[in-house]
């Protein structure tokens, strides 16, 4: 009596194994992509570098920096977490209106030409010395309306010189029209602005003598009566110098809140690159679309399986159900 040979049967099999390894491989070539919906983020970021951008209330690295230079950092390390599709925009804050660096690019594409502009963001760049973060909010939805971009203005929301409330803009106007997130920068504390010359030197810090406390613009919201040397035509605001704490700088949450609130934006403050990445990703700033999906991977790993299976030792296998003699 002889038992059954599976050595011919196993070879066989081996066989089997290769062909589909082989077949599998072939499938990379036929079908190497799906369909699926995936979300995809287009932003315009726009950067305040106004003075109070330069305090200095920020660390890094067991570093003291200013806020500029916080975000600068914290876009330059967001370019390595946003998705692959993502698309990025970037623009500058002054005085009372936003310029455009450049469109939105594709963030892996463009990521060299992205990183070092990021990197020479600079407050010299400003074209006025002027700061009126209510009139900047407002240009930059209306140059960016027409545009699917979500909008992520960053600024601390002081405003120099200050703002006289009775000709604030109308931000309402724009609700609903335009997505995007207010982001603001720096601690609650008021910290000194640095001052530089016109070489860029850093020559100490900005005295309350040295910039306005109150504004000086149209005519006052306060009533006439407490106005100390009050003239309706030369002085509406009084002949008494302003007192405050205008020199020193902290991050104005309310007055952003409010804003951000007004224009139907959303409001987040900077605090680390997480809680950022995480704001930016909320579904009310994503657009789902169907893309390709590269697939072959699969058919790869399916192929290397079979490979791999297909030369498992075996050998007791083989000298088990090797033929017997007949007793």
């Not at 599998?24 to 190497?32: C, D, F, N």
């Not at 009566?225 to 035509?233: F, K, L, N, P």
């Not at 399986?305 to 083989?318: G, H, K």
């Amino acid at each position: 009596m002889y038992r059954l040979n599976y050595w011919g049967a196993f070879r066989d099999y081996r066989c089997c194994c290769l062909l589909l390894a082989c077949l599998a491989l072939m499938g990379m070539l036929i079908k190497p992509f799906n369909e699926q919906k995936a979300a995809h983020y287009n932003f315009t970021f726009i950067v305040d570098i106004t003075r109070s951008m330069n305090a200095v209330d920020y660390q890094a690295e067991d570093q003291a920096i200013s806020r500029l230079q916080f975000v600068k950092l914290q876009l330059r390390q967001l370019l390595k977490q946003l998705p692959c599709s993502t698309k990025i925009g970037l623009g500058v804050f002054t005085e009372r209106r936003s310029t455009l660096l450049f469109e939105p690019l594709n963030v892996c594409e463009n990521y060299a030409e992205l990183d070092s502009t990021l990197s020479k963001i600079d407050w010299r760049m400003a074209w006025a010395a002027d700061s009126n973060i209510a009139k900047g909010l407002l240009n930059t939805l209306e140059m960016l309306q027409k545009s699917n971009s979500t909008i992520v203005f960053i600024t601390d929301g002081q405003e120099a010189p200050p703002v006289n409330p009775a000709y604030q803009p109308d931000l309402t106007v724009l609700k609903g029209k335009v997505k995007g997130l207010v982001v603001g920068t720096g601690g609650l504390k008021a910290v000194p602005i640095p001052k530089f010359d016109e070489t860029g030197k850093s020559v100490g810090v900005y005295k309350a003598e040295d910039v306005p406390h109150r504004t000086s613009f149209g005519q006052s919201n306060l009533d006439p009566a407490q106005i100390e040397g009050y003239d309706a035509r030369n002085a509406p605001f009084g002949r008494k110098a302003g007192v405050g704490n205008e020199h020193l700088s902290a991050l104005q949450e309310s007055y952003l809140t409010q804003l951000a609130r007004q224009a139907g934006l959303s409001y987040t403050r900077l605090s680390n690159l997480e809680n950022l990445l995480v704001t930016l990703q909320q579904p009310e700033f994503a657009e789902e679309s169907l893309e390709q999906v590269d697939i072959r991977w699969r058919y790869a790993l399916f192929a290397l399986s079979l490979f791999c299976f297909s030369y498992l030792p075996l050998v007791e296998i083989q000298s088990r159900y090797l033929p017997i003699t007949k007793n």
